[in-house]
């Protein structure tokens, strides 16, 4: 039985769940094998599972060294890649397929078997290139590929396969397994039959895709294989080769020679509410992939914003950009006030975020008393700016002036010295002694020494997404938690407000203000940066107050 029609009757009875975008496909392919213009041979793809399952061998835990058993969605996808030809010329009918799944469902090692197959079932002459956005991601597929290679007695026979630094090859055939990345710096002269390019979500532009698909000009039966899972490059190949593909699928635009393989859910809501869904875009569910691991992540997701954009990216290829809200107005509002009274004769650590001309600077003090973390925020603005800032950015910034949260300064340009005078009055008035001041390094030379000339140690740290991600996470926690008492500081809860976080695939994340040039987030980057010392100097600053 056609393994392709196998998989469509398991879906048919309800004992497989796919998503429409899949299932649509999956219909117009059941048609076709009864279109007089094309042919359906299963034949070519049933010789790839068979030498797949044969030879093939799992190179990572937990299945190392068994037998590459393909799932039934596998080998569904390899004969219908291989099986329609066009029945005029008995030629293949498809020379793109686009793979779309979530991670953790083999998609590397499918991939790498599909290589090799290719490289040991094909006549003589033939390149085969494995390609990712990076070198070091193109690196990957090619040492999977090299890994299943090795752990097979037959393939690694010196006589049908060998590897150097730059390709496995075919001293008897003379065909070549190599690599290619955005990063190559030559991208010409490949004479590719075959092209597998692994995760594209990073990809800017179609540079790789393009190399391959030139150099497969001359080609009668060419193939390329896209594999990936979603991202949050926005506007970049994947988002124009999807946008293709959908419109294909709704009939917008015929061609015949793409095959779009889309393991997508259907809604936002069924990813929390209905864990029947989840096989939608995890066809290897419960096989490869665990259903316990997508418990625990969708429990964090409920309450962690970076773990929430990830996993709907890469665990449910639900489209996400790199930044979101990162807390709701219950999340940062605290209305809980203090006297500075209450602070004096404790050792604080100090955050400062630097500007020179439109943005406010920012400085705050971290004291932790009674198990709770109260900040002393404080804002410096050029006097010659606040009727402009007024006037375009629609905040009362005049107000706030007036309250004394804000501290002019003279000119269009912020004097950083009012800022050394303010950590010094909070010493000498409050007696709130900072152990460490954290600070952004740019900008910010001669306005150190003036700190360190009063006495005062200076913590120098960068804002980059490694440096940041962790301390802002805490400080995230501790908001939730209504941990940190901030004295109801309307200018410090409006930066909050304002903050997003950028999030990386990692699930690191940074501040940023994407959505406005005209929104002020650095009360909430000095802050931030002042949890960066704290968690730099936790057990000294914890000893100190005890």
Known sequence: MSYLLEYIKEIESGNIRVGKELA??????????????????????RLRINFIEKFCRHTKSPFNGQPFILELWEK??????????????????????????????????????????????????VDIVCASNTNDQAS?????????????????????????????YSPKNKNKIKKLSAQS???????????????????????VYDAIKQSQST??????????????????????????????????IKDIRILPWL????????????PTSWQKSNPSLGKIKLPTYLEDIMNKAKNDLSTRVTMLCKDFNVKQLDSGSWLTFADLNNETKYALTDLSDTYAIGGVDLSSTTDLTAAVLLIIKNG???????????????????????????????????TLTTGNQNDFSKVTEWFISMVKEHDIRPLWIGYDPWNSQYWVKEMEDAGFTMEKIRQGIYTLSEPMKQLEGDLKNKNVIYNDNPILKWCLANTQAKIDLNGNIQPSKLNSKLKRIDGCVALIIAYAVLTRYKTDYENMIS
């Not at 649509?24 to 793809?45: F, R």
């Not at 419109?247 to 917008?252: A, L, Q, R, T, Y």
């Not at 393991?263 to 209905?274: A, H, I, P």
Request: hydrophobic letters at 35%.
């Open 263 to 274: 393991y997508t859910q259907d809604s936002m809501e069924e990813v929390f509410e209905d």
């Open 185 to 207: 710096r030559n991208k010409d002269g490949y004479n590719i039959e075959v092209g597998c390019i692994d995760e594209v979500h990073e990809m800017v532009d179609s540079k």
């Open 219 to 252: 080609k009668k039966e060419p193939l390329i294989f896209i594999i990936t899972t979603e991202g949050t490059t926005v506007e970049g190949f994947l988002d124009s080769k999807l946008e293709y593909c959908r419109k294909m699928i709704k009939g917008e």
């Open 24 to 45: 649509s496909v999956l219909n117009a392919l059941k048609s076709d094998m009864d279109n007089p213009i094309y042919l359906y041979d299963e034949n070519p793809g």
């Open 140 to 168: 990957i597929l090619f040492e999977e590929i090299n890994n299943m290679r090795e752990q097979s007695r037959p393939l690694r026979n010196e006589k049908r396969s060998k590897k150097n630094i730059f390709y496995i």
């Open 76 to 125: 569904a996808f390899l004969e219908a890649s291989y099986g329609f030809k066009i029945a005029e010329t008995g030629l293949r009918r498809f020379n793109e397929v686009l793979l779309l799944v979530a991670r953790k469902n083999g998609k590397t090692t499918f991939i790498a078997g599909i290589d090799l197959a290719e490289f040991f079932l094909s006549s003589g002459g």
């Open 372 to 406: 709770k973390k109260y900040v002393v925020p404080h804002f410096f603005m050029p006097s010659e700016l606040v009727s402009k800032r007024v006037e375009e950015d629609k905040i009362p910034y005049d107000i706030w002036i007036k309250k004394g949260f804000i």
